[in-house]
């Protein structure tokens, strides 16, 4: 990718940004803190494709209050959990509350979204056939988090191939620049890596806000090509493994539609959806941690983040 051309290095280079990001790096974000900066941002009204840049006062207030009232916040002030919440009830205007949204970390399976994107945008510029085999592998690599049928994936598409979709200026969902983002430089096996992420040498990594921003194109249909779309999302429906977030919802909202990729892998936790209600509202939550009881943390994450929406558009906001 020519970063010259990317837009966000061209956000970057402002030294306001130069700045905020300095004073960013000396301390981690606090619990009541709405900073665009953590985006690697500084401009309130610029937007990625539609995906804010700041935090809805109201939606970052019920965030807070509940990573609070859980004693969470110690987990956020040592960088060991990151949430990004994401209403998208009304897809033309979504609204943000994140904590440590930026912030990278080992993400296991979950980073197979980056795969998914890879195998789908080939076959729309016809470099790869969708065969049944094929087909077949995506369903298993997303529900079943086949590492066999991941890395059968990844090499048949191929680790630079993956990561120049995921750096190209279209999708942005990795830049150096903005703390990294999605990023597949292992197959999912014995092999060696091919490229670990250069930020923090891990095989497999996510930040909450690029996957999001993974779910809000899906949303919109803007990833690969908009007939794809419904495939890509029908692929992350039904997961076979209830655990974490699919858990935590099972008992909160069961009724709900849930779109999700997840990855365990020793202390290391994370999980991701779409989520739709039966009343209309809809969400993405991202949650990625790195402590021995994640897997709990995300199961009761996911509920607190349902009562938020609810609470949210209660409100009237």
Known sequence: MNMNTSIWQRVISSPLVVLATAALLQSPLAVGQTNDDQLGLTDPNAYMNGFPTQSDITLQALLDKAIEANELDSYIEKKELSVTLVDITDIDNPKLAQANGSTSFYAASL??????????????????????????????????????????LYNLVGAPRIAEILQSERYQFYDENTGGGLWVGKPYGKQGAWKRDPLTNFSHAATGIQVARFYYMLQRNELTDPTYCPLIKETLADSAIEHKFVKGLKSEN???????????????????????????????????SNTPNGGVILEQMIKHLDRIIEKYHSTGS
Do not use: C, Q
């Open 111 to 152: 980073p197979k979204l980056a795969i998914l994107l890879a195998v789908y945008e080939e076959a729309h510029l016809d470099n790869l056939e969708l065969t049944p085999e094929i087909n077949a592998a995506l369903v298993n690599m997303i529900r079943h988090s086949s590492n066999r049928d991941a890395t059968y």
């Open 254 to 288: 069961p009724t709900a539609e849930i779109f999700r990729k997840s990855g365990t892998w020793r202390n290391y936790h994370s999980d991701s959806a779409i989520v739709e209600s039966e009343n209309g509202h809809k969400y993405i939550a991202v949650a990625l």
